[in-house]
């Protein structure tokens, strides 16, 4: 039997090289698949949860989707839209933050991290975010939720929210319970300045990262700059766990080609670290170079892009609006 896929990408700019390897390659990959629907969700509202310039914020809607496209995500054939053009992910994260409790919520280490020292100035939005996720995938029966590592904790509050959902009102079902759709070997990218931190958005240093509109050039840089240490190429996995930006090279690697570790050490046990570098620029030339050519093309038809969003949030409202309507009746409203 096919999925029910739901993931989601927050429009908040410089996509990156994690947010290709960890999520939107596997989102291509299952959307080819006839049997999985898949609904692909821009989260504009997930986004506001820090400050955004309103005219950036708009730009980076419709660069998430022009990344979706360019990545190989067929918009006829599957659902691409921005959270905020469907209503009910607001209402359904007002009536699961009354199901979830705070315990859950702090523990959630992600906020622990974006709040940083003082806590007290995050907005309530950051705080509650994981609710507001919980609603994107909820309202959707979704079945499986692909994403990176760092939300593995975030599906699991999804589960818990559906289960006391189902327990409270005595709706066995009611909520579908997802599963998440993790990468196996390779979750979690790394800045490529530090092997012990993620590759994020947020990290000041451009050359932290591999973005998607990176061209040639750039990326050839990047890679030459990167992070290493002074041994040469490893010949076996067990090195690996104390040189963690190695590690996070190799994985990158493996991950382009679909190799796995072993093989990739295999190819290169007593190359110098300068050959390896070239062949993983090499490859991320290959894989990035045309998406990044294609967003720059799609951003030139702000039309096209907008279409897209409309219809499919359309498609998304139909949806949410039935299960919506479907809550109303088991709250008793
Ligand atoms: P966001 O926008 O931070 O990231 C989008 C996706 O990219 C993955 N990712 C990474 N994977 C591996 N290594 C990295 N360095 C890395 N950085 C980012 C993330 O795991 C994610 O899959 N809360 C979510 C968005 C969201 C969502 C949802 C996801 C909102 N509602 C419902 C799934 C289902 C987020 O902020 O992702």
Same mark, same amino acid.
């Given at each position: 039997?096919?999925?029910?896929?739901?993931?989601?990408?927050?429009?908040?700019?410089?996509?990156?090289?994690?947010?290709?390897?960890?999520?939107?390659?596997?989102?291509?990959?299952?959307?080819?698949?006839?049997?999985?629907?898949?609904?692909?969700?821009?989260?504009?509202?997930?986004?506001?949860?820090?400050?955004?310039?309103?005219?950036?914020?708009?730009?980076?809607?419709?660069?998430?989707?022009?990344?979706?496209?360019?990545?190989?995500?067929?918009?006829?054939?599957?659902?691409?839209?921005?959270?905020?053009?469907?209503?009910?992910?607001?209402?359904?994260?007002?009536?699961?933050?009354?199901?979830?409790?705070?315990?859950?919520?702090?523990?959630?280490?992600?906020?622990?991290?974006?709040?940083?020292?003082?806590?007290?100035?995050?907005?309530?939005?950051?705080?509650?975010?994981?609710?507001?996720?919980?609603?994107?995938?909820?309202?959707?029966?979704?079945?499986?939720?692909?994403?990176?590592?760092?939300?593995?904790?975030?599906?699991?509050?999804?589960?818990?929210?559906?289960?006391?959902?189902?327990? %409270?009102? *005595?709706? =066995?079902?009611?909520? @579908?319970?997802?599963?998440?759709?993790?990468?196996?070997? +390779?979750?979690?990218?790394? $800045?490529?300045?530090?092997?012990?931190?993620?590759?994020?958005?947020?990290?000041?240093?451009?050359?932290?990262?591999?973005?998607?509109?990176?061209?040639?050039?750039?990326?050839?840089?990047?890679?030459?700059?990167?992070?290493?240490?002074?041994?040469?190429?490893?010949?076996?996995?067990?090195?690996?766990?104390?040189?963690?930006?190695?590690?996070?090279?190799?994985?990158?690697?493996?991950?382009?080609? %679909?190799? *796995?570790? =072993?093989?990739?050490? @295999?190819?290169?046990?007593?190359?110098?670290?300068?050959? +390896?570098?070239?062949?993983? $620029?090499?490859?991320?030339?290959?894989?990035?170079?045309?998406?990044?050519?294609?967003?720059?093309?799609?951003?030139?038809?702000?039309?096209?892009?907008?279409?897209?969003?409309?219809?499919?949030?359309?498609?998304?409202?139909?949806?949410?609006?039935?299960?919506?309507?479907?809550?109303?009746?088991?709250?008793?409203?």
């Amino acid at each position: 039997m096919g999925k029910k896929i739901f993931s989601g990408v927050q429009p908040t700019g410089n996509l990156h090289l994690g947010n290709y390897l960890g999520a939107i390659k596997n989102f291509v990959k299952l959307s080819k698949d006839k049997n999985n629907e898949c609904i692909f969700c821009v989260v504009d509202l997930h986004a506001i949860t820090v400050s955004q310039d309103p005219k950036e914020l708009r730009d980076n809607i419709r660069e998430t989707v022009a990344t979706f496209i360019a990545s190989g995500i067929d918009p006829e054939k599957n659902i691409i839209f921005s959270q905020s053009k469907v209503s009910a992910h607001s209402e359904a994260a007002w009536i699961l933050s009354c199901i979830a409790r705070m315990g859950w919520l702090n523990r959630m280490t992600q906020f622990k991290e974006k709040a940083g020292k003082d806590k007290e100035k995050a907005s309530i939005g950051l705080y509650s975010y994981p609710v507001l996720m919980a609603a994107d995938i909820l309202l959707y029966d979704t079945s499986h939720v692909p994403v990176g590592d760092d939300q593995k904790q975030h599906l699991e509050l999804s589960r818990d929210i559906a289960q006391k959902f189902n327990n %409270d009102f *005595n709706v =066995d079902d009611f909520f @579908k319970v997802p599963e998440p759709l993790i990468q196996k070997e +390779f979750s979690r990218i790394m $800045s490529l300045k530090d092997g012990l931190k993620k590759m994020s958005k947020s990290e000041i240093s451009d050359q932290s990262r591999v973005n998607l509109t990176d061209d040639k050039d750039q990326i050839i840089n990047k890679i030459k700059k990167a992070k290493t240490d002074a041994l040469p190429m490893p010949s076996s996995g067990e090195e690996l766990s104390k040189r963690p930006e190695v590690k996070n090279l190799i994985g990158i690697y493996s991950s382009l080609t %679909d190799l *796995n570790f =072993d093989e990739v050490i @295999k190819e290169f046990s007593g190359k110098n670290f300068s050959d +390896f570098k070239e062949s993983l $620029s090499q490859v991320l030339v290959d894989k990035i170079t045309p998406i990044s050519v294609e967003i720059k093309k799609l951003l030139q038809d702000s039309n096209y892009l907008d279409k897209i969003l409309l219809d499919g949030s359309e498609k998304a409202d139909k949806i949410a609006s039935q299960k919506m309507k479907k809550i109303h009746e088991i709250i008793g409203f």
